[in-house]
């Protein structure tokens, strides 16, 4: 069964450091988002990406935050600056795109950033 | 951020009993809801959604109900298994393409043998 791949596992970073976070999609899903979870809070929406630009973003995603599809497989979350903050669980997702239907989501296991 | 709420953060049940998780949302537009499990060291999962539009949807063992007037709704587990004991979440969101998801603090849902 294909699913979404995240790497790596668990990420260590100096405050002020830049960080990639890199998942790879589905193969012929065409919308990509990621979430993040910070200990003991709630699963939460950062920014969603469709046909190579964000298609929405929360007010969490700031200037420090970017995304790319540097390929036709991988998706990344760049965070610029990582503040002690930033430390959470990072989840990547995708779903296929059906018009005026709700396509589910499915989640990678996720990259614990853990920032010092 | 309080659209989605699950009240109770630990559910404890005996195996071939129901488990019962709620969640409340606040926000009317929300026109599609679903549950997603989640063990330790992985991604939520999805388990089943249900649409506005209905008030019932069954598969297997899962059932979910919505009560769009007191905006709540249930995910009922019958027979409950030790294989289920993992965090439930509830999310809602927008019935179109990608359209972000809003998750409630999940419930942490464990069945005894």
């Known amino acids: 069964e294909p699913e979404v791949t995240q790497t790596p596992s668990h990420q260590v970073t100096q405050m002020g450091q830049e960080v990639i976070l890199h998942c790879v999609p589905i193969s012929n899903h065409l919308y990509f988002y990621w979430y993040r979870q910070i200990l003991g809070q709630k699963v939460e929406f950062l920014v969603s990406f469709y046909n190579n630009e964000i298609s929405e973003k929360s007010e969490i995603f700031d200037d420090q935050f970017s995304v790319e599809r540097p390929d036709g497989s991988n998706f990344t979350l760049k965070i610029r600056s990582t503040k002690l903050e930033d430390s959470a669980m990072y989840f990547c997702?995708?779903?296929?795109?059906?018009?005026?239907?709700?396509?589910?989501?499915?989640f990678g296991p996720g990259t614990r950033l853990t920032v010092l | 951020d309080q659209q989605v709420k699950q009240n109770s953060p630990s559910l404890s049940v005996q195996e071939g009993r129901i488990s019962i998780l709620n969640c409340d949302y606040t926000n009317s537009m929300f026109d599609y809801f679903l549950w997603y499990k989640k063990y330790p060291a992985e991604g939520p999962t999805f388990l089943i959604s249900i649409s506005s539009i209905k008030d019932k949807n069954e598969d297997g063992r899962f059932t979910v109900f919505l009560n769009k007037s007191a905006k709540h709704l249930s995910l009922h587990i019958v027979p409950s298994q030790p294989g289920d004991s993992a965090v439930y979440f509830c999310?809602?969101?927008?019935?179109?393409?990608?359209?972000?998801?809003?998750f409630g603090e999940g419930t942490q849902l464990t069945v005894n043998p």
């Open positions: 999310a809602a969101t927008l019935m179109k393409s990608g359209s972000r998801l809003t």
């Open positions: 997702a995708s779903s296929y795109f059906l018009v005026g239907a709700y396509n589910e989501q499915f």
